[in-house]
């Protein structure tokens, strides 16, 4: 457990006012590590229609604390295919100084509330290997390895393998209804997902 004195933070969806914020948080990650296979760090204006893109039928969420933007997570579809629409992938970056004070697990906590209200049953994430810190993230918050892709992606001159990560956080049974949008479950049940991050 983290002794780290913190700031507690907010959490609420992002709004396009928050873009540059996690443009820059995003653009070190793109541009010095593995852990996003994108190769050009997107600006604002593309981080920007990213979030409107994905609100309305997935949350995209930041952390807030007195700095500005700490943090954010987001979910996308998993894959096209119809019979996938219960899934989602999902991505959770905290800007480097603010890391290890819960704010990546609060992050996660507060959009699989969300995610359980919209009707979503499982979730998965890609990490690329080694990341000490996302694997530890994902298992504390309850996603299992469920199988690693070898050499997935070749980036900095080198081949990079995937751990592929799942948790089922809302098992629905065998006749589920389709998952519904933010604008559908309403913005009361978006907020009551959103909990203060506990400062620690
Ligand atoms: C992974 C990441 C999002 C974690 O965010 P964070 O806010 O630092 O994580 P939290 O403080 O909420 O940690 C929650 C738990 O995860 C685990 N954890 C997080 N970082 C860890 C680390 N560096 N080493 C070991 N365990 C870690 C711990 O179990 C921790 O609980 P504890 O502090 O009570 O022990 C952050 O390190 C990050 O942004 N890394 C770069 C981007 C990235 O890898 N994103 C994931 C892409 S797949």
Redesign the pocket.
Known sequence: ??TAAAPACTIRLAAPDDAAAIAA?YAP?VET?A??FEEVAPDAAEIGRRIEATLGPFPYLV?VGEAGV??Y?YASAYRPRAAYRWSVAV??????A???????????RALFAILTRQGYQSAF????LP???????????GFRLSGTDPRAGHKFGRWWDVGN?AFAFNPLGDAPEPPRTLQAIGADSVAACLTP?AA?
Not at 131 to 141: D, G, K, M, P, Q
């Open positions: 457990m983290s948080i990650i590590t852990i996003s952390a700490a943090g997570a991505s959770v970056y905290v800007g480097e603010g890391r290890r004070r819960g704010t990546g697990a609060a992050l996660y994430a890609g990490i690329t990341n000490a810190a996302s694997v530890a993230l994902h298992e504390a918050v990560f991050a620690r």
